[in-house]
């Protein structure tokens, strides 16, 4: 592969297994593609069971070591990582950018959202703090520690291949727990350079394991061996149903980040620059490929029009390119299958009487120009599947509870969003959302200190957050009893 690096020794193709890098047993690889048209970039390790269980395994030999350190030696370990990660923030990002396509500004800011993980879970290991429960009787003492989970299995994304690979390692190793990785097939290189510097950073071997593969093979090993205690996922509903079925023989914890369906209110009376410039950000971010992204625009009759007028023209704006060049906004969709199908999303809106207001076309490659859609109605496709690309369509209510009624009426409950500047709506509307994440007059709702995660089909626990600890530990009651008072 052909990338400018500071250091081209970020660059791995092999797999990550007690603290060694190795080629698959079989020698099979596989091939990671340039978003902007299909080309192979690199041929990266595709391990299998065998290699699965060996890092299953080496976790499950550290991780008694591991659990037994001191909240001080894992958020040192956590820190000079975090460390690392910022000093090598350009090569990370260009990494991101030729295997994930998101233009490099974004790339830069993925890099250093998922080192904030790190730097939270650093600061938050130190506050893994037990109880002490108000005994029933004079001679007893009740209290609850917080110890490790176990081994965690992690199954990452393409969308955020850095992020969401740090914001599961890092409340995993805070909390004393060894984790075995598994990257999106589409997008290896970003995790495996992150994990290229947890090992400089002081990782000991066995810590940290990462592979590549096919994901049934991995997932099927990480899902049935007992020695993995949890699993966390991040990806779709569909795929995050099969594996906790998986999961129920072992008896694993679970942790999903699963698919959303988010809608996105303006209100009449909504600041309507507010709305415009927050619905760009929470619909255009990664050329659409978020699980929060905006998915249905929802707006009150009376500045229906105004609405659509002034966010077309911001969205005219946009610029699409490879994410390499300056300027660029909007970079390509993760592949070309990709760009088809969001393709057929706007074929079917405008088969069933939406209007193009912008964009609607179908670029080269892997590019979907970005595209407002008026007129969208409920039997339309958009209404109800998660679009994952830079297509807003816009639908019309009348009242306040008619925007809550076509807000809840989806399988999923990720994020939300809405403007208004009534306080008592604002109760209102935010209480009354089905979602694990709701934005009031503002589109960009993701940070380190803030619990991220949804209800109903878009999955269970919270990453990030003080609350982020919890999904790796386990509360242990000890009763002590045969106190002389
Ligand atoms: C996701 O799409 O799964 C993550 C988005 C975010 O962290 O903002």
């Not at 609850?144 to 969308?159: D, E, F, R, S, Y």
């Not at 999903?256 to 619909?283: Q, T």
């Amino acid at each position: 592969m052909t990338l400018q690096l500071n250091d081209a020794s970020l660059l791995k193709y092999q797999a990550y297994i007690d603290g060694h890098w190795v080629s698959a047993d079989n020698g099979k690889t596989l091939t990671v593609t340039n978003p902007v048209d299909d080309s192979p970039l690199a041929e990266v390790a595709s391990c299998g069971t065998e290699e699965t269980r060996r890092m299953i395994e080496a976790a499950n030999r550290v991780q008694p070591g591991w659990a037994a350190t001191t909240a001080k030696q894992r958020a040192t370990l956590l820190r000079d990582w975090y460390n690392l990660i910022i000093e090598h923030q350009e090569d990370l990002a260009r990494i991101l950018t030729a295997e994930q396509g998101k233009p490099l500004s974004e790339a830069r800011g993925e890099i250093l959202y998922g080192a904030s993980y790190l730097e939270w879970f650093a600061e938050e290991a130190k506050r893994l703090y037990g109880d002490l429960i108000p005994a029933p009787a004079s001679d007893k003492r009740l209290m609850v520690l917080k110890q490790p989970v176990g081994v965690v299995a992690c199954i990452t994304p393409w969308n955020f291949p850095c992020a969401m690979l740090a914001r599961k390692i890092a409340p995993a190793i805070a909390a004393g727990c060894a984790v075995v990785c598994k990257p999106a097939s589409a997008t290896p290189l970003s995790a495996l350079a992150l994990v290229a510097l947890a090992e400089r950073a002081g990782a000991p071997a066995g810590l940290i394991n990462i592979a590549a593969g096919n994901s049934k093979t991995i997932g099927a090993e990480l899902t049935r061996n007992p020695l993995v205690r949890k699993l966390t996922f991040t990806g779709s509903t569909a795929v995050g149903k099969q594996l906790m079925a998986a999961c129920t023989d072992t008896v694993k914890r679970t942790s999903m980040e699963l698919g959303g369906n988010a809608p996105f209110i303006v209100f009449e009376d909504a600041d309507l620059d507010a709305a415009v410039a927050g619905a760009l950000a929470a619909k255009y971010r990664n050329a659409g490929q978020t699980c929060i992204c905006a998915n249905r625009l929802l707006v009150q009759a009376g500045i229906y029009d105004r609405f659509a007028e002034k966010f077309t023209r911001a969205v005219t704006q946009l610029n699409m390119g490879c994410g390499t060049k300056d300027g660029v906004d909007i970079g390509p969709l993760i592949s070309s299958q990709a760009a088809d199908d969001v393709y057929d999303l706007i074929e079917d809106a405008t088969h069933k009487g939406a209007k193009v207001l912008t964009g609607g076309s179908r670029g080269t490659g892997s590019f979907i120009q970005p595209t407002v859609l008026s007129n969208a109605t409920t039997d339309m496709r958009v209404f109800a599947e998660e679009i994952f690309g830079p297509v807003a369509p816009l639908f019309r209510f009348e009242t306040e509870a008619e925007a809550i009624q076509l807000a809840n009426d989806t399988e999923f409950g990720l994020a939300a969003y809405f403007y208004s500047r009534d306080l008592s709506r604002i109760w209102r509307v935010a209480e009354q959302l089905e979602y694990g994440i709701v934005g009031v007059n503002e589109g960009l709702v993701s940070n380190e200190m803030a619990p991220f995660g949804g209800i109903k089909y878009s999955g269970q626990g919270r990453e990030g957050s003080r609350y982020g600890l919890d999904d790796y530990l386990e509360l242990k009651y000890l009763c002590l009893g045969g106190i002389d008072a």
